[in-house]
């Protein structure tokens, strides 16, 4: 028998001893008359009370001859506790025989404060709410293992409070985004999770069988065709924050099942959008931190300066040295994309090696704020080419701390010319390549109803509480990522 099994055995032991004494372990029912949290809080006023009940989980002991102090903890704070034998005997056995850290108990007694001033209920009398059969990770050492902290969150937020703490800004974060879309007259929708076609984006879906229908599914890549069907339908302002799926690698920026924000303003375009954005971002910043300031990755980065700007060739330009990347050709694109270690692999198209150039020789330098725009035209099927070069879309992405975590442009609304780059991608599709946005003749067709000209916003939540985080890995920001099952 392992050391884990002669634990877990000792614990049993002390369940049936419970059960034999007619003693429930696992009550319908707990009756603390506060949190513990709300116990320090109102501490004097509870003080003076005969008898106050409280409840939490046990997670330290430290016995004394005839004293046993405890420590509770209930998920808002901690409250320490203390069994002596002379004032409660039969308590105080029965805790010794049958009490082990991780259990959750419900304590009642008077409240003091000890010598050194910690706030303590001096237990009367308590009861079992929870035994647990498997001991808690060694307090100090906690859960090491990164893969078993992805695999047993629980434990991870339990017993390391930085995890925890990440994971409740986070949840900040995304209450002041809707806060602050909220106050500029946005409507939050829902839009489909499983759809007939993959649309929206360029990824790899996942795929279903609808056996009410009978015919395949897709979970969805991208809301945003939707979204933009509800403009048509005469709503100005609507955005979804919602789970998207796309059959992709995973690695420290990408889970296969991320959080995404996506936001449609009619009337709007990609320069009102991105003042927006440079908005948002700087009052979530100084509603998390009360400042503009934070640390990523070891740099300061500073989002009270305004936001840089820079074209995507100009990046090209700066730092893959390619003096023309406008009229460079395929051969000559694959030729630098090789110095810079892009796997080239079947790759025949400009945009996707432009992409991967980029994403090798310059975002790894964009530290600080950055927008990039103006985008060649076949590198987003959905954006709205520019007026004064059709050669380019009106699009732009955020960077900082070399994490891409906004897209945005002016959305497409001219239904022929969304046809034709639809044409474009079926083409693409039929040459073999996987991650294109199919035609899908339910949006064409809300399109040639007419679509208000508009701005469109995709943010990534997980990327985006990465840096706020200073997180480095994509999963320490997922409550649950995704894993291969042992």
Not at 171 to 182: A, C, D, K, L
Not at 268 to 296: C, M, P, T
Not at 414 to 432: L, N, V, W
Not at 453 to 478: E, F, K, Q, W, Y
Request: proline share 5%; glycine share 6%.
């Amino acid at each position: 028998m392992s050391s884990f099994d002669e634990l877990r055995a000792v614990r049993v032991k002390k369940l049936e001893l419970l059960r034999s004494r007619g003693i429930s372990a696992y009550p319908i029912s707990a009756r603390p008359d506060c949190a513990l949290a709300d116990a320090r809080k109102k501490f004097a006023a509870l003080a003076k009370k005969k008898s106050v009940t409280l409840a939490g989980r046990v997670m330290g002991m430290r016995a004394q001859g005839a004293l046993i102090f405890f420590d509770l903890r209930d998920g808002t704070g901690s409250f320490q506790g203390l069994l002596k034998k002379d004032d409660a005997p039969d308590a105080f056995t029965l805790w010794n025989e049958v009490v082990d850290i991780g259990d959750f108990v419900e304590v009642s007694g008077t409240l003091f404060k000890t010598k050194s001033g910690e706030e303590t209920i001096a237990v009367a009398s308590w009861r079992m709410l929870v035994k647990a059969l498997r001991p808690l990770p060694e307090k100090w050492a906690g859960l090491t293992d990164t893969e078993e902290q992805f695999r047993k969150r629980y434990l991870d937020t339990l017993m390391n409070e930085k995890s925890r703490a990440r994971f409740v800004l986070r949840s900040r974060m995304v209450t002041e985004i809707r806060n602050f879309y909220n106050a500029r007259g946005y409507l939050e929708v829902e839009t489909p999770r499983l759809q007939a076609v993959a649309g929206g984006a360029t990824a790899e879906p996942f795929m279903t069988r609808y056996n009410a229908l009978d015919m395949d599914f897709y979970l969805t890549i991208a809301q945003e065709l939707y979204l933009k069907q509800l403009l048509v339908g005469g709503y100005t302002r609507v955005y979804e924050i919602g789970r998207k799926f796309r059959n992709e690698g995973v690695d420290v920026t990408h889970n296969p099942e991320f959080t995404m924000l996506e936001s449609q303003e009619a009337f709007a375009d990609a320069k009102s959008q991105r003042d927006f954005v440079e908005e948002l971002i700087k009052y979530v910043v100084n509603k998390l931190f009360g400042k503009l300031q934070i640390s990523y990755n070891g740099n300061e980065i500073d989002f009270e300066k305004p936001f840089a700007v820079v074209t995507f060739y100009d990046l090209i330009r700066q730092y893959a040295f390619i003096p023309s990347p406008e009229k460079a050709t395929v051969e000559e694109l694959t030729l630098s994309a090789k110095r810079f270690g892009v796997e080239v692999g079947n790759i025949r198209t400009r945009e996707k090696l432009l992409d991967g150039i980029y994403k090798k020789s310059a975002r790894p330098k964009l530290i600080q704020p950055t927008f990039i725009i103006d985008y060649p035209v076949e590198m987003n099927p959905f954006a709205k080419r520019k007026e004064d070069d059709p050669t380019l879309i009106d699009r732009f992405q955020l960077i900082a701390g070399t994490l891409e975590f906004v897209n945005a442009f002016s959305e497409l609304n001219d239904p022929i010319d969304q046809a034709e780059r639809y044409a474009e991608q079926d083409k693409k599709k039929r040459a073999g390549e996987g991650e294109i946005s199919p035609s899908d003749k339910i949006y064409l067709e809300a399109m040639e109803y007419g679509m208000p000209p508009n701005g469109g916003i995709g943010i990534g939540i997980d990327r985006l509480a990465m840096l706020l985080t200073d997180s480095h890995n994509i999963r320490d920001v997922i409550f649950f990522p995704t894993l291969r099952p042992k």
